[in-house]
């Protein structure tokens, strides 16, 4: 038998709906920031992300699925959105449409990780790219955004932490102070945190392993107290907006990006309740990317975060929300097949039910059962007399009722019965 590969998982009909619900929800709370919905392709030429992520980041180093086409053009399957989204904004001259583009995405992505829960190979991000802004009042909406999201769905024990990184101005001071305090303890560094604290030190807050993340923590300094006083005055302003909008936050000075384009801004969004993985959102100002991939100097901040760990932690009551109206039609005697499926066609037409119908011409007890297994509200009986009688009989699944009705009333009893 062939399985799905390592690291990807299907959906099933049961797990759609509770996708379709997260996806419908999240479209309509981004759409009333006034965000409009992107779509790019699944795969991009390599050197997008190599130029937009690094070469010493794990992803593009480790984790990318990559290949040659035929035209001896090196394509990778999307790891992560922004740097396409930006691509897109740049090609497509975005930025002649407004001062601000303001664009969301609710997508597949793939990176080659061990697979664990709520991260998978092939997974799903949704998140927000918001250029056009430097100013802090659009870093504070776009917190607002990601936070408000995870209210809405009733997720507990949200913690928002964030920081700043400073602009570009200060990295180059600030790395030769911590490569300083780091080199003592090279030896002792993982590998690649040796080969990056050579080419960039700044990603080793990166690092996944524990003994890096340990040195980390207690050598080195915080890039926050080297940041200037026109950086501390747009973080300040931040807090300010924060505080006014109230959105919970803490001052995380440890909280960095490892990308070259970031600036600034930094934050993320965790929940307890998803134990040591806790990270549900993350996200930045990234002043430098739109240059750094070919377009005008572009100030930009957004967010990505992750459908899967979204998932695990919406209550099933959530779902109670949604439309479990579900009709079962029964249909009795073969020579009656045609005209039952005629009244169900039209019933179709002229409603927005889920419609079920027997086609295995099965006795009608085997049909009740059927309509129990799929938790049918109501059951249409439709037989050799409904059919002469013009009526056809409805059975209340939830209280065991039963009611005749004229054919011709069918398209408007559930509108007054549901």
């Known amino acids: 038998m062939i399985r799905n590969i390592k690291g990807t998982k299907d959906l099933l009909p049961d797990d759609t709906v509770k996708w379709r619900f997260i996806e419908s929800k999240i479209h309509k709370i981004l759409n009333s920031y006034g965000y409009g919905e992107i779509r790019t392709p699944i795969f991009e030429s390599t050197d997008l992300f190599i130029r937009g992520i690094g070469n010493e980041t794990d992803i593009v180093s480790k984790e990318m699925y990559s290949w040659l086409d035929q035209g001896e053009k090196k394509l990778t399957l999307r790891p992560e959105l922004t740097a396409p989204v930006v691509r897109s904004y740049i090609q497509h001259n975005l930025q002649s449409l407004g001062p601000i583009a303001k664009l969301y995405y609710f997508d597949s992505l793939f990176r080659r990780e061990r697979p664990q829960a709520g991260r998978q190979r092939q997974f799903h991000q949704y998140g927000i790219e918001a250029l056009g802004s430097e100013f802090p009042e659009q870093d504070a909406e776009v917190i607002e955004i990601a936070y408000n999201i995870y209210n809405q769905f009733n997720i507990k024990e949200l913690s928002v932490r964030i ?4 602009s570009s101005s200060i990295r180059e001071n600030y790395i030769k102070i911590l490569k300083k305090s780091l080199s003592k303890y090279k030896s002792y560094l993982s590998p690649i945190s040796q080969k990056r604290l050579d080419n960039n030190a700044l990603r080793i807050f990166d690092s ?9 923590e207690d050598n080195a300094p915080f890039i926050f107290d080297h940041i200037s006083d026109e950086d501390l005055n747009h973080f300040n302003q931040l807090k300010n907006i924060l505080d ?3 959105i919970p936050y803490f001052h995380d000075k440890k909280l960095v990006r490892g990308l070259d384009y970031y600036t600034r801004t930094t934050f993320e969004i965790t929940s307890k309740n998803l134990g040591a993985q806790d990270a549900l959102c993350g996200g930045g ?33 959530a779902f109670d929300q949604l439309d479990n109206i579900k009709i079962y039609i029964s249909i009795l005697g073969e020579q009656n097949i045609p005209d039952a499926m005629k ?5 179709r037409k ?9 086609s295995n011409r099965r006795s009608l007890k085997s049909q009740m059962r059927e309509a129990n297994r799929q938790k049918c509200s ?11 009688s013009k009526i056809v009989l409805i059975k209340n699944m939830r209280n065991g009722e039963q009611e005749k009705i004229a054919i011709k009333d069918l398209n408007t009893y559930f509108d007054k019965n549901i």
Not at 350 to 358: D, Q, S, Y
Not at 378 to 388: A, D, M, P, R, S
């Open 163 to 166: 920081n700043t990184i400073g």
């Open 378 to 388: 109501y059951v249409i009986i439709i037989g050799e007399n409904e059919l002469q």
């Open 285 to 317: 100002r990234y002043d430098k990317l739109v240059k750094q991939l070919g377009g005008k100097n572009t100030p930009a901040v957004g967010f990505a975060a992750g459908v899967e760990r979204l998932l695990m932690l919406i209550n099933d009551d």
């Open 343 to 347: 009244i169900v066609s039209d019933l």
């Open 244 to 246: 006014k909008i109230n």
């Open 208 to 216: 996944k392993n524990e003994d890096d993340k340990k040195i980390v």
């Open 350 to 358: 002229n409603t927005n039910l889920n419609i079920n119908i027997e």
